[in-house]
């Protein structure tokens, strides 16, 4: 089995379309979401569509809690928090009861985990070795343990392994996943990537090779951005994606 693994869709349609272009030629059985379908971006309702009519396996991101009322954005930034509000009008009483109802965390077919931030709490984020290491304490404490897990949120995509020597991370687009060890993996953004490329990024998991695969791919970054102004979203918003930031 083929997985992809995408995360922090934020509302990006053309990234979200260029995705599933993308993957026809790569022989995918199953698609998971590790959160934040929407937020930033301009078309909230027609990505929750596209997850939906596409059956995509989806976690709760925080800005999924925020923009249904869940929780409160009183702790986001003031550009997130604007997003937030505008995406809660936007959404249809439909796609936010999708939201809703999302999982904080799913064992993918006895595979692997797929969170959002860390195996305990959808907020908080993975950003260095120090959380790395306590996210796979984590892991192995749950009641089935995993050493594999996928999660999102700091939109950048990279891996950190345990092989028994203390948390290292992994170097290149291929992770080889060997018993014995344990892997952490953000598959970066499709929405609103953080690293300096603006690209859209996910990962694909190959069971019977046991290789996690990094990919990244262009889309009309442009018309995106121009939704955002159109919408009357914060200009920054639409700036940062051209710089993929």
């Known amino acids: 089995m083929r997985y992809a693994v995408i995360s922090d869709i934020h509302s990006n349609l053309e990234a979200l379309t260029a995705f ?4 026809k030629a790569l022989d995918i059985g199953k698609t998971v979401c590790l959160g934040d379908v929407v937020g930033y971006n301009a078309n909230p ?3 929750v569509e596209l997850i ?17 009322g869940i929780e409160s954005a009183s702790d986001f930034n003031l550009l997130a928090a604007h997003a937030v509000v ?6 249809t ?35 260095g070795a120090r959380d790395a290491e306590r996210n796979f304490e984590l ?6 343990p995993v050493n594999l897990c996928f999660f999102g949120h700091t939109h950048v995509p990279l891996a950190y392994v345990d092989a028994g020597r203390g948390v290292d991370m992994a170097v290149g687009d291929q ?34 090779k046991s290789l996690v695969t990094f990919h990244r791919f262009e889309y009309d970054v442009h018309a995106t951005a121009e939704k955002i102004l159109a919408a009357g979203l914060p200009e920054r918003l639409a700036e940062r994606l051209k710089l993929g930031w």
């Not at 060997?178 to 990024?201: C, E, F, H, M, T």
């Open 20 to 23: 599933f272009e993308e993957i």
């Open 45 to 47: 309702n027609e990505c």
């Open 52 to 68: 939906r009519k596409n059956r995509i396996l989806c976690v709760m991101g925080n800005h999924d809690s925020r923009a249904t």
């Open 86 to 91: 505008w995406t809660s009008e936007a959404l």
């Open 93 to 127: 009483p439909e796609n936010a009861e999708f939201l809703k109802n999302l999982p904080r965390s799913l064992h993918v077919d006895k595979k692997f985990l797929a969170i959002h931030g860390w195996v305990n709490n959808t907020d908080s984020y993975i950003m």
């Open 139 to 144: 892991m192995r404490s749950l009641e089935k």
């Open 175 to 208: 992770v080889k996943v060997v018993k014995g060890a344990s892997y952490l993996i953000n598959p970066g953004s499709i929405g609103q990537p953080r690293d300096r490329d603006p690209r859209a990024s996910f990962a694909v998991f190959d069971t019977k």
